[in-house]
């Protein structure tokens, strides 16, 4: 029996389908039979194919009202790049203009990478902190923890992707993962 034919996205085959940053790309059968089955039969790497993002930043953030960074500091064994508590004074602004922290923040910074790699922004980061888990799980119920990326296509139908290793990495330290994306400008698309 042919599984294609039974999956729900096969009436809408050859039709485009709109994505978030507004381009269109037909979803076909065979694009779709490609994306999922190839890489897995060592055909075919799919992701090297889509051009990389241009561009990735990372940083890991432990955030929260009585967060005191210098305690953040001796549990994950290493300085910040940025911290912040709670009502005080900080400067983030160019203009070194101070604004008052809402919340308390300690954040660490990987190095931007060009062309995109967040798996190695996340080992870069997380590699010079404890690797020990109950640490981390102490901090996770305590605190809110994410990896925050920024991602900057240079055009339109730019890609990444982060390996089950460093999912896995992350996860075992209850760090979720957000992402901002930054398109290309109008001139470039």
Request: with cysteine.
């Amino acid at each position: 029996m042919d599984l294609a034919l039974n999956w729900p996205w096969r009436r809408a085959a050859n039709k485009p389908s709109k994505r978030e940053n507004y381009t269109w790309a037909p979803v076909t059968p065979f694009r779709i039979m490609a994306h999922l089955l190839l890489p897995h039969l060592g055909v075919l790497d799919i992701h090297k194919i889509m051009a990389t993002l241009s561009k990735t930043k990372a940083s890991l953030r432990v955030i929260g009202d009585e967060l005191l960074p210098d305690e953040i500091s001796e549990l994950l064994g290493s300085e910040p790049t940025v911290k912040m508590i709670k009502g005080e004074p900080f400067s983030w602004m160019h203009s070194g203009k101070p604004r008052i922290a809402r919340s308390g923040m300690w954040r660490i910074e990987a190095n931007e990478k060009v062309p995109g790699d967040l798996d190695s922004q996340i080992f870069e980061i997380l590699n010079k902190l404890t690797h020990d888990l109950e640490v981390w799980k102490k901090l996770s119920e305590k605190y809110r923890l994410d990896l925050f990326c920024g991602l900057f296509m240079g055009r339109s139908m730019e890609g990444i992707g982060i390996s089950s290793e460093a999912l896995l990495a992350l996860g075992q330290r209850g760090v979720e993962v957000d992402f901002d994306i930054y398109g290309p400008d109008d001139e470039n698309v």
